[in-house]
């Protein structure tokens, strides 16, 4: 008959390929278990307030026109939603996707039984595939996988979560105007079962079999499928148990396995009462069971205290036994190829107990396993604990011996199977050629002390040799019988021939027995064996279960650093849980195997670096007491000193600690990297790779912290606590770089390199994180380029409106500087309090920032200013739109004042009335515009010392880079105008990155001017040029000229900064076309003179004050943008600029 599996077998293939994609399915939800939005959890009240009314669950499904009407009414959450959509739509879908391939799996499944029973496969049937050892186990398989699948939804994703989820992808993709979408079957299906993975919480009732009755099944199928398992005992991919559990629970609903007979139960429970059903998801019977009749009652004699002591005695009887026996087999010389060879069952047996007690101990006794709060399994657990005498370090350094005992069999048996031919050959060849010599040695030919001629054994031994190279390797049996029989015969013709008395002979005779016993032994190394190892040693039941054993695990790391090797074996061990998984998918050739094979050992790579993270704790933990002794300690050696002095430096006592600590670290590293490279599944662990990740992973864990607890500020606290706290963490960042610096060369990593990469990192991510805050299209985590899940960055609760320290930090600047409090004299580059005139902070702020977080911090800080500069011109715009271009009274005024200015060139009559009286009708628009003007002329004057103190340190620090960058910079610049000049000429084409990764590199070094970025794109807006111009002539009697200081304010009370009210208007106006500039700069300069005209008619005629300030502010504009000075010179006569300040 055709083989079930043949690639020619229709039938047989059908049912391999839903059985790989049904664990293929499952990894794919454990996997994205892990991705589950916290938004769509509601754990958080304030996304509960913030999206409860966009974010719906199944109730949707009643009245979704009421409940998109709600959404359409309101403007804000309309745009909320929106937003939603952007940021989730892809991480919905791909659940979606995976809820989807749940329903198709078993729309496939049912698809299949009901073409066998239709006879579309010819001569199969449900009956002839069941009576196929290959096709009744891939059936179990089959329906088995489906309720994993489901147990494993319920499990990691909450009904609730799934219903949100569902509603949200219904929504916001094209699901509900397809036809063929069958959204309903899989709503239906996933809905809520009311059930809870939380410790404690109640079953819901019916509970699982009314959620596994939700896709109907072939009944006849499920009572074929358990009458197979009943009478056979399947042991080849998936444990009966497992197999078991899960077609109990399947057939609940129907009342026949677990109501009304206990055949099936009692073949279960007679084995164990707690069981792993997939990859470490593990299963109390006496909880799972408890409603139903028959299986209680199989139960109730298992859980029977006494029968609980007897089991729990007997475990731990055989533990000590076993543990005994294998701690003597790992002996140093025990285990040789001989002895292995001659004891392949004690061996195996050995094994055997082991793995059988280490699986018994670890399922009853885990925590996972029992309801806390049912009274019963606390009782049964406790019983457990005390007759097992468990003690979790015994059950540990069992499972650790047992795991290197096993490895060393298994390299060994691998080892003599890919030698075995060449050993056999080897030992056929000596044993003939034995034979041969002592044929030579009877033929009297061939000399030998006293061995007389006799040409019958010489015969007889040419026969033997001849019958020795006869033997053929590859009928084993054959082989092996005909083996025996000569060893048989070369013992009689020792005996019958009086051949003892001569020793040469004997000892010839002697050695050709041994080699064909040799080759028995190799014949019979099988590779049935390394498979019984590799059923016996499966470890997949404690995939979860592992973890509870870490801290054991890092405690005897960090006391003998070389135990990591041991550990090597049980990882290896633990890999093995890879085979349940992937046999199929393998088998099938499914694309899949790469992704899920990529899933479980991407899975226990993390582990192994968890578990080794100990190594780079304990080395920072002696770090720190280096960086303390080198600080406060060991005093720096001049370098000249007096002899009498050399006592007093030498510090014995303190360099004597250092050293011991340092070599403790190097113990420490020397432990990882006894770790050969290993292939843990399908990824290569490199110990020195590992070492490097775990130290990065242990930096970024504490610079991260230091930077969130060094940069909390209390806003009340006066003087600001801004430049202690920065010395603060300046000081505590200083340690870490130079007691890196110090351990570098002791533990072989370049540390500087390591330094600037993850502090960068960790900045780069935590400004990302806060720049969310002013994105619509959020970066998730999973999505950022900073972030990585073997080096993570950590995240901390936000202590205030900020998500990060560099929001606070930024928030703290913008506080201190505040130019309603402030005053910034452009000279000094110094904000001085208003009211008090004490300096409140200077340009030594961004030295400080700069010596604290490097370059990055400074560059990170400057690429938030830019957000919040958007936000703000965002906001003043729509404001712009609110007050003044939906303001009938403010338009009217300024078209009024419009046709009496006009034309620009001509001077107005009677201009003060005309202006004041403008300023009067609009003079309560004024205070929201000048706050929206000065936040920004802030942010910008902020941009301006951050680019500063940037080109500063670049200069110094990076004198080539910054000569290369500004000569790069201008000579694209020259390019770029020659080719607008001569378009022939070449220019960057769109897919040419140059132009934007140059910028991010001037950015950094500080050769650009914040004064000349275009921040936001805009349309054209009525009355822009003359309502700044207003604004600008509305401000100038606040402000006052003052002869050192420039324009100051008149009255604290009243405040006004001059700098930041410049240079906020000048940003503004880039935003726009260049035309309402040049409109601007005219109505100021018609302004100037219109005044001076009026006033050159009086008697005595004096510079009014607003004239000055508009003279100031022209002079300012062209300072700042770096124009020449006839762009003010249009509007206003050279004289007056020459002469106004000989006037003051």
Same mark, same amino acid.
């Given at each position: 008959m055709l083989d079930f599996l043949a690639e020619n077998n229709l039938c047989g293939q059908a049912v391999l390929r839903i059985v790989s994609c049904g664990n293929a399915i499952i990894a794919e939800l454990l996997r994205l278990s892990e991705f589950i939005p916290a938004v769509f959890r509601f754990k958080d009240r304030a996304d509960l307030q913030k999206y409860g009314d966009i974010i719906f669950d199944f109730s949707y499904f009643k009245g979704p026109e009421l409940c998109e009407s709600k959404l359409e009414a309101k403007p804000e959450l309309q745009d909320l939603d929106e937003e939603f959509r952007e940021n989730n739509i892809e991480i919905v879908t791909r659940f979606y996707l995976a809820f989807q391939s749940v329903h198709k799996y078993i729309v496939d499944l049912n698809r299949y039984l009901d073409d066998l029973n239709e006879g579309v496969y010819i001569q199969q049937t449900l009956e002839t595939v069941l009576l196929n050892e290959d096709g009744k186990q891939l059936?179990? !398989? *089959?329906?088995?996988?489906?309720?994993?699948?489901?147990?494993?939804?319920?499990?990691?994703? !909450?009904?609730?979560v799934r219903e949100r989820m569902l509603v949200s992808y219904y929504r916001y993709s094209a699901a509900r105007s397809s036809a063929d979408s069958n959204m309903d079957d899989i709503c239906k299906l996933l809905r809520s079962t009311g059930y809870s993975s939380q410790p404690g919480a109640k079953r819901p009732p019916n509970y699982p079999e009314s959620y596994f009755r939700r896709v109907p099944i072939n009944e006849?199928?499920? #009572? =074929?499928?358990?009458?197979r398992l009943r009478s056979d005992d399947i042991y080849n991919q998936v444990g009966i148990e497992s197999i078991e559990i899960f077609v109990a629970l399947k057939e609940a609903p129907r009342q026949t396995v677990l109501q009304e007979t206990d055949c099936g139960s009692r073949i279960l429970v007679q084995r164990s009462a707690v069981i792993s059903i997939y990859m470490g998801i593990t299963v109390n019977l006496a909880d799972a069971w408890d409603p139903y009749k028959a299986a209680k009652t199989a139960l109730n004699n298992t859980l029977d205290l006494s029968n609980v002591r007897e089991q729990s005695s007997r475990y731990a009887t055989v533990s000590e036994r076993v543990h005994t026996q294998v701690q003597q087999f790992l002996k140093e010389g025990y285990l040789r190829e001989e002895m292995v060879l001659d004891n392949i069952p004690r061996l195996l047996n050995c094994l055997r107990d082991c793995n059988v007690a280490i699986r018994w101990l670890m399922l009853h006794? *885990?925590? #996972?396993?029992?309801?806390?709060?049912?009274?019963?399994?606390?009782?049964?657990?406790?019983?457990?604990?005390t007759d097992s005498r468990y003690n979790p370090k015994i059950l540990f350094q069992l499972l650790l011996d047992t795991a290197q005992f096993e490895f060393i069999l298994k390299e060994m048996f691998k080892q003599m199977l890919s030698e075995k031919q060449a050993k056999w050959e080897h030992y056929k060849k000596e044993g003939s050629e034995r034979m041969t010599e002592l044929a030579d040695v009877f033929s009297g030919v061939k000399p030998l002390t006293r061995v007389e001629k006799n040409e019958n054994l010489q015969a007889w031994f040419r026969e033997i040799s001849k019958q020795i190279l006869s033997l053929n390797y590859d009928d084993s049996t054959a082989a092996g019988r005909k083996t025996v029989q000569l060893i048989q015969a070369l013992e009689e013709v020792q005996e019958f021939h009086q051949l003892e008395s001569n020793l040469q002979v004997c000892q010839f005779l002697a050695d050709t027995r041994k080699f064909l016993h040799q080759m028995i032994r190799t014949i019979n190394i099988k590779e049935e064996v390394l498979i019984t190892m590799q059923i016996v040693g499966?470890?997949?039941?404690?995939?979860?279960?592992?973890d509870s054993f870490t801290s054991i695990m890092q405690e005897s790391i960090r006391v003998n650093p #070389? =135990?990591?090797?041991?550990?090597? *074996?049980t990882f290896l061990k633990l890999a093995s849980a890879l085979d349940l998984p992937l046999l199929r998918i393998n088998q099938a050739n499914s694309p899949d195997l790469l992704s899920v094979s990529q899933y479980y050992s991407g899975e226990l790579v993390s582990y192994v670096r968890k578990v080794l993270q100990i190594i780079p704790e304990s080395m920072f933990t002696s770090l720190l007491k280096i960086i303390k002794l080198q600080t406060h300690d060991i005093i720096e050696v001049p370098t000249r000193l007096d002899k009498d002095k050399l006592r007093d430096y030498a510090q014995l006592g303190p360099r004597y600690e250092v050293a011991k600590l340092t070599h403790a670290i190097s113990i420490f590293t020397e432990g990882i990297l006894m770790m050969k490279t290993t292939l843990v599944g399908i990824i290569k662990v490199d110990p020195k790779q590992l070492l490097e990740d775990g130290i990065r992973k242990e930096l970024v864990k504490r610079v991260a912290f230091a930077l969130h607890k060094g940069l909390i500020?209390?806003?009340? *606290?006066?003087? #600001? !606590?801004?430049m202690p706290k920065l010395k603060e963490l300046g000081a505590t960042m200083d340690g870490f770089h130079r007691s890196f610096e110090y351990i570098q060369d002791y533990v072989n990593i370049y540390g500087l390199k390591i330094w600037q990469e993850e502090v960068s990192r960790i900045i780069n991510y935590n400004v990302e994180q806060e720049c969310n805050n002013f994105l619509r299209t959020k970066i998730q985590d999973w999505q950022s380029m900073y972030q990585s899940t073997h080096i993570p960055i950590p995240k901390f609760t936000p202590v205030d409106e900020s998500v990060t320290f560099i929001g606070r930090l930024c928030r703290e600047i913008l506080r201190i500087t505040d130019p309603k409090m402030t005053c910034h004299i452009d000279q000094l580059n110094t904000w001085?309090? =208003?009211?008090?005139h004490q300096e409140v902070t200077s340009s030594r702020l961004f030295s400080e920032i700069q010596t604290t977080l490097g370059t990055f911090g400074l560059n990170g800080l400057d690429r938030l200013l830019c957000f919040m500069i958007v936000k703000e011109l965002q906001n003043f715009l729509s404001m712009f739109q609110k007050i003044i271009l939906r303001d009938r009274t403010v338009q009217d005024t300024l078209k009024t004042l419009m046709n009496a200015v006009s034309p620009l060139k001509s001077i107005v009559a009677n201009s003060n009335k005309i202006y004041f009286s403008a300023i009067a009708k609009t003079q309560k628009i004024w205070t929201s515009y000048l706050e929206a003007i000065m936040k920004v002329g802030q942010m910008q004057i902020l941009r301006q010392q951050i680019a500063n103190e940037l080109n500063y340190s670049c200069r110094f620090d990076s004198k080539h880079l910054a000569a290369a960058l500004e000569n790069l910079n201008k000579a694209l610049l020259a390019d770029i105008e020659a080719h607008y000049q001569d378009p022939s000429l070449p220019y960057p084409k769109e897919d040419n990155t140059l132009l934007y990764e140059i910028t991010a590199y001037l950015e950094a070094a500080g050769i650009h001017n914040p004064l000349n970025k275009i921040y936001i794109t805009t349309k054209r807006l009525p009355y822009f040029p003359v309502v700044n111009f207003l604004f600008l002539i509305a401000q100038l009697p606040k402000l006052q000229y003052n002869k050192n200081l420039g324009m100051v304010c008149r009255k604290p009370a009243d405040p006004v900064d001059w700098p930041p009210l410049v240079l906020g208007l000048l940003t503004l106006l880039k935003q726009f076309h260049s035309r309402y500039t040049e409109q601007f700069l005219a109505l100021i300069g018609q302004f100037i003179r219109s005044t001076v005209e009026q006033c050159t008619s009086q008697k005595i005629p004096e510079m009014p004050a607003d004239v000055v300030g508009a003279l100031l502010f022209l002079e300012d504009y062209v300072r700042y943008t770096k124009l020449p000075r006839r762009v003010a010179e249009a509007h206003v006569p050279n004289f007056i600029f020459d002469e106004f300040r000989t006037v003051l």
């Open positions: 059936l179990c !398989e *089959a329906l088995y996988l489906y309720g994993v699948m489901l147990l494993v939804i319920d499990q990691k994703i !909450e009904g609730e006849a199928f499920i #009572s =074929m499928v358990i009458g006794t *885990a925590d #996972s396993a029992y309801d806390p709060n049912n009274k019963r399994l606390r009782q049964i657990k406790d019983q457990i604990l499966d470890l997949s039941f404690a995939w979860q279960l592992i #070389s =135990m990591v090797t041991k550990l090597r *074996a500020f209390n806003p009340r *606290a006066k003087p #600001s !606590e801004l001085y309090d =208003m009211k008090t």
